[in-house]
């Protein structure tokens, strides 16, 4: 089973929106939207991101490509 700690510091100007976490198994299926700041103006980036992490045999988590 993997374990997520929530997390909310962004780089500097950055906001994650619409953040879905599906885990299964030894696997997790993040999916956000992603906007910027900069010098006030809101700069959407198209599309949905999805990111898959996976556990492997030894308990550590990574993401597959």
Excluded: W, Y
Excluded at 33 to 46: A, F, N, V
């Amino acid at each position: 089973m993997l374990r997520f700690v929530s997390h909310t510091a962004c780089p500097a100007g950055e906001r994650l929106k619409e953040i879905k976490v599906v885990v299964s198994d030894a696997k997790a299926r993040v999916s956000f939207r992603r906007e910027d700041t900069i010098d006030g103006s809101t700069l959407p980036h198209p599309g949905l991101k999805e990111v898959l992490l996976e556990k492997q045999a030894n308990g550590r988590p990574t993401r597959r490509r």
